[in-house]
């Protein structure tokens, strides 16, 4: 980084041609630089220089050749456009999962878009009671629609659901018993596993029945008097069938209604409506389990929803008061950014009135195969055209999935945009790998999948502005073989 150019007759050719680098302000001041920090800001630019300049001179003593000039001011906008470059790209989800955690979850309603940006660009009453001119509770901009939408006495919403379940324990069964079945000891992906977080809330963890099979009986001998909650953590991830039996929400609500203790349900994903309406499997609702006599219900805002993250807690007025009134929760509140879009999304329920077409989630979810497939065959050329030669195209029918652990049975009827190499080889793995790499490194990267030894295209979370930038960027990337372009295959 900070070699010196050390004067002397002793000096080597290479250390010679170090002294003749341009200068910082030199490369700074040609008109491709200097353009670029009017776009980009000059300590950006200037930064990206610099690694430039060092960048040749560690180099340079070992190949013994300095880079020209032209070459140090490509090589620095390369730098600075990467340094400005957005770590969190939109990228375009060709995977067929919905609600893909890796990728954001759920996009939001254009009236949640509107409402986030409205509440960046101005104040907005956010604890504060407009009638009174006094300070208000944040809740209160929620929880009468989230009340009204759940049937719910009372309500609060958290970061997301893991700390809904996280604050519910602490409040509810802090330094007590909490009773939960072995066959809902889940792990959701990121690290949220139930007896950590139960260890977390300084819960004593008390595991009933077995991991197929938990009775009501199970439950009933489990309870002490340092019993405080019985738990039910909805399986989202994974199924348990065959030789199996569970106990339902109204069984355990009364036996917790009559042994003095709470009934708590971690729904995760939980829907506000029942989907079947549209066709769609049927996952539970908070209402259901609220209105069979559980104390505390939680769901996340991300998931089926389609609203922001978050996790939303509803229950008995007395229950959600000891939640609400926790010092945690003041650690784990959301911001007004979050409030405003959950609020447009949930008015958007509260209206009734075209949801699949309004949220984002929803629409995704109940396109037909029709519909993708006649997506898949709009872009279908573009992506061959760029996989290039050795792949064979066809359009063919797949199953996407819910995603985030919604029904992680179920599968959609969907159609793809399939890839398959013409010749099958032990090289073909590698292939499908690269190759799904490169349309990765196009400016808005492209996500699909291997299945099957073939790369699949699934257009169920194509929109129609996605299929025109991507299009668009498939164009611009053809032919292959021009400059600047990923050039990784042989032309
Ligand atoms: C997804 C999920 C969670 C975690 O929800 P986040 O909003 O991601 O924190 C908790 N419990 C269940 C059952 C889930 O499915």
Redesign the pocket.
């Known amino acids: 980084m900070s070699s010196k150019i050390l004067p002397g007759p002793g000096e080597s050719t290479s250390e010679q041609n170090l002294r003749h680098l341009p200068s910082v302000d030199r490369l700074l001041g040609s008109s491709a630089l200097s353009s670029l920090a009017d776009a980009l800001g000059r300590p950006l630019v200037k930064r990206a220089v610099q690694r430039a300049l060092s960048q040749a001179r560690d180099h340079a003593p070992k190949d013994g050749q300095t880079p020209s000039e032209q070459a140090l001011i490509s090589m620095a906008s390369g730098f600075a456009r990467e340094d400005a470059a957005s770590r969190m790209r939109p990228v375009i989800n060709l995977t067929g999962t919905v609600i893909h955690t890796n990728l954001g979850r759920a996009l939001l309603a254009e009236e949640a878009i509107v409402s986030v940006s409205q509440a960046m660009r101005g104040y907005s009453a956010l604890e504060f009671d407009v009638a009174s001119g006094e300070r208000g509770d944040r809740d209160d901009v929620i929880e009468g629609l989230i009340c009204q939408l759940t049937g719910a006495e009372a309500a609060t919403v958290v970061n997301?659901?893991?700390?809904a379940?996280l604050l519910s324990l602490v409040a509810l069964g802090g330094r007590k018993e909490v009773i939960i079945s072995r066959g809902e000891q889940?792990e959701?992906g990121g690290a949220?596993r139930m007896p950590d977080i139960m260890r977390a809330a300084n819960c004593r963890l008390v595991e009933v029945g077995t991991t197929n099979r938990t009775h009501l009986h199970d439950y009933a001998s489990a309870i002490t008097p340092k019993s405080a909650l019985i738990v039910k953590?909805?399986r989202?991830?994974y199924a348990v069938t065959g030789f199996t039996s569970e106990v339902g929400d109204a069984e355990l609500a009364a036996l917790a209604k009559r042994s003095g203790v709470l009934y708590m349900v971690?729904?995760?994903?939980g829907a506000l409506v029942d989907m079947s309406a549209w066709g769609l499997p049927r996952e539970p609702l908070p209402s259901d389990s609220l209105s069979k006599g559980a104390d505390v219900v939680m769901f996340?805002g991300?998931?089926l929803l389609g609203g922001p993250?978050a996790?939303i807690i509803v229950g008995s007025r007395a229950a959600i008061t000891r939640i609400k009134r926790h010092p945690l929760k003041r650690t784990l509140r959301v911001s007004k950014l979050v409030l405003a879009a959950l609020e447009a999304t949930l008015r958007v329920y509260d209206s009734g009135h075209r949801l699949h077409e309004r949220l984002p989630v929803l629409a995704m979810l109940t396109r037909s195969r029709d519909a993708i497939r006649e997506s898949c065959m709009r872009v279908g050329t573009a992506l061959a055209n760029y996989a290039g030669p050795e792949f064979e195209l066809s359009i063919e029918d797949c199953a996407s999935q819910i995603g985030?652990?919604a029904l992680p049975e179920e599968k959609l009827p969907s159609a793809a945009v399939v890839l398959r190499p013409r010749l099958v080889s032990r090289r073909s793995g590698s292939l499908l790998k690269q190759t799904l790499t490169r349309f990765r490194s196009l400016p808005t990267p492209v996500v699909g999948r291997i299945n099957d030894q073939a790369i699949l295209f699934d257009c169920r979370c194509l929109s129609i502005a996605d299929e025109a930038l991507l299009l668009g960027q498939l164009r611009d990337a053809q032919p292959p073989g021009i400059a600047g372009g990923q050039q990784d295959r042989p032309a």
Not at 160 to 163: K, L
């Open positions: 997301n659901c893991a700390a379940v889940i959701i949220f953590a909805h989202s991830n971690d729904l995760g994903s996340s991300d998931k993250q996790g985030s652990g």
